[in-house]
């Protein structure tokens, strides 16, 4: 997928839609606070409304040019939308919204077989019900259906997390990938979470007040972003249960191990652990009440905002922990240093 | 002897069940449509509302109408006049139905410049005296009126027919009709419409799949409010399409004409009496269809 954008879009008041940019790949990211613009940006390039002036072009076919006059209407551009909250057609059943787009796709389009999508998204059970009987999570897996039923050119998720709950996010993106990546559909991600954006894409362009003001890997962005961000880096943590001891779950974690009391019995699981719960120690501690001590090798060290960020290598696994800039100089941080990373148990927050 | 009784005794007491019978009948509360095929118990009692529903089955019509003929003094006019009225109403719903719904969905999703114009030009007649309204129509569509030119010639005759009758309930009762469409769309999320447009549908098909549909309950409360609007429909009708008995009188003009003739009372208030019937039974199918369809979404 290449996508092109160069327009402008005013809304008669301070905010104005400006951009300029060229991406390609299959899995993109858009990221933004609140009333950056990105879910403008989404209606343009669907065609549900139209800029000032510009022109934009997905793999070099024309959607709009002002200049042309070209504006192909929405059901002319094959690019379908998951909304924040599924918007599925309460009138109709689970079936119906979901074959709505396939029954509409032209025959030479319809490439995707509903059996098959059904069966990735385990819908089968809920096929014959009516829409208001769904769950949150349902919902959105029916909604990424629907929309990928049509083999669209290119899928557009409008912060389709948004409106779940945690414990569901991570169920979800698996479905979001899996689908896309089976049936070859590649997407525009639209989130305000960066740890979404990294679950999610590969790339990413950031958007402030109505322009892209960078285009990075997530990872990248992520680090750069870290000393502003109110939550830090957030590390994501893919561990195995291994048993229960003393009231705290024990899990592995490539080779080390874990003491984490938010655990449960499930055998698999993912953990997030923000940055700024890590202390580093450049000896040994002695007599400390965190149940996590870690033996870890300093990557490399990043400057963000008015912190530094440390990459952490222990055992195959990385960390990212984050100190202010007083601290990295009197511990004299630097790369291939042995540290030790102390992490409480109440730390880790549960993913998924 | 009033009505009320007298409909109770036969409803009741026909089929040969006496007052004294009720000592073996046994309370119910099965739903109708089970007691249908409920049998009757080995014990030798009934179910009460199994009797009750026997005996509505057997009543003696004769003696049903007899009742009516004495409580309700309807002559053939008056039937004429119930017909007629029905008969309008229907017509000038069904008139309308399309066009409210044109208009309500041109209001609710399309913008244009004088919206607001257009607006108080519908709902003129919600304030104006259907009087007047009469009159504007008469001025249009008289003789030598201003569509006159445009009439004429194709032989089309309005003024002073039933049609006449349609066209003034259909003006007055439209500003009804089109606020419950209109309240109806305004709770359509606009995101389903765009959803619907990204999966490959056009305006029309979006229309037609999206919009109706999830308006079915506007449509119903509207209709239901302009059919019931249309029966009552009075001041325009008597300007524009007469008092004709038979011909265009409807129930409010006979109503009219009987209150303004000695000893008319009785005969009024029958017509009144079915008057309120019909609209009971509007009002009844109203919340049945819109509970039917509250159940359904």
């Known amino acids: 997928m290449e996508l092109r954008m160069e327009l402008r879009k005013s809304f008669g008041g301070p905010f104005n839609l400006e951009t300029d940019f060229s991406v390609s790949g299959e899995q993109v990211g858009i990221f933004g606070v609140s009333g950056s613009g990105k879910s403008t940006l989404v209606s343009l390039i669907a065609g549900l409304s139209a800029p000032d002036a510009g022109e934009i072009y997905l793999d070099g076919d024309c959607f709009y040019s002002s200049r042309k006059g070209i504006h192909l209407p929405p059901q002319k551009r094959r690019v379908s939308i998951v909304f924040q909250d599924a918007c599925l057609f309460p009138h109709l059943s689970v079936e119906a919204n979901l074959l709505y787009g396939y029954k509409r796709c032209a025959p030479q389009h319809r490439k995707i077989d509903p059996a098959a999508l059904i069966s990735v998204l385990k819908l089968d059970e809920l096929l014959g019900r009516g829409v208001n009987k769904l769950s949150g999570g349902e919902k959105q897996r029916v909604a990424l259906g629907r929309a990928i039923l049509t083999n669209p050119r290119l899928l557009l998720m409008d912060e389709p997390l948004s409106a779940l709950d945690d414990s569901l996010k991570l169920q979800i993106i698996h479905y979001l990938k899996r689908a896309s990546e089976k049936f070859g559909i590649p997407y525009l991600f639209i989130s305000h979470s960066l740890l979404e954006i990294r679950l999610m894409t590969d790339q990413v362009l950031a958007m402030a007040g109505g322009r892209v003001v960078g285009q990075t890997t997530p990872e990248q962005l992520a680090r750069e972003r870290m000393g502003q961000s109110q939550v830090g880096y957030i590390n994501v943590l893919q561990v195995e249960k291994l048993r229960k001891m003393g009231g705290l779950y024990v899990y592995r974690w490539g080779m080390e191990e874990l003491f984490v009391s938010a655990g449960d019995d499930q055998g698999m699981a993912v953990f997030e652990l923000s940055s700024r719960d890590i202390i580093l120690f450049t000896k040994h501690p002695e007599a400390i009440s965190a149940r996590n001590l870690l033996k870890c090798t300093v990557v490399d060290t990043f400057p963000s905002g008015n912190k530094v960020g440390v990459e952490l290598k222990c055992g195959h696994e990385t960390l990212i922990a984050e100190v202010v800039v007083q601290a990295a100089d009197d511990l004299a941080i630097q790369a291939r240093n042995e540290v030790y990373a102390v992490i409480k148990a109440s730390s880790f927050r549960r993913l998924g | ?297």
């Open chain 2, 1 to 297: 002897m009033s009505l009320l009784p007298q409909l109770l005794s036969i409803l009741c007491l026909k089929s040969g069940a006496d007052a004294g019978s009720f000592s073996n009948i046994a309370p119910c509360h099965l739903p109708l449509d089970k007691l249908r095929r409920t049998k009757p118990r080995s014990d030798g009692q009934f179910h009460l509302c199994r009797m009750v529903e026997w005996n509505l089955l057997t009543v003696n019509i004769q003696q049903l109408k007899g009742v009516l003929d004495n409580m309700l003094i309807l002559t053939g006019a008056d039937y004429d006049a119930i017909r007629l009225s029905i008969k309008v109403a229907s017509a000038a719903t069904l008139l309308s139905l399309p066009f409210g719904f044109a208009y309500a969905y041109v209001m609710t999703f399309v913008r244009f410049r004088g919206k607001v114009l257009l607006e108080v030009l519908v709902n003129l007649p919600l304030t104006l005296p259907p009087v007047v309204m009469g009159y504007l129509l008469l001025l249009a569509l008289g003789k030598n009126g201003w569509l006159a030119p445009l009439l004429e010639p194709l032989g089309v005759r309005i003024i002073f027919t039933w049609k006449a009758a349609v066209l003034a309930s259909a003006v007055v009762g439209f500003p009804l009709l089109v606020r419950s469409i209109r309240l109806g769309m305004d709770t359509i999320d606009g995101r389903l419409i765009q959803a619907s447009r990204t999966l490959g549908a056009g305006r029309p098909d979006t229309l037609f799949t999206i919009i109706l549909p999830l308006s079915r309950g506007g449509i119903v409360a509207g209709s239901s409010l302009m059919f019931a609007r249309s029966l009552g429909e009075f001041g325009a009708t008597i300007i524009v399409a007469g008092n004709m008995p038979g011909v265009t009188q409807t129930i409010p003009l006979a109503i009219y004409d009987y209150t303004s003739s000695p000893g008319g009372d009785r005969a009024a208030l029958s017509l009144c009496a079915v008057a309120i019937a019909i609209s009971v039974l509007v009002l009844l199918v109203h919340e049945m269809l819109t509970r039917k369809l509250a159940r359904r979404d």
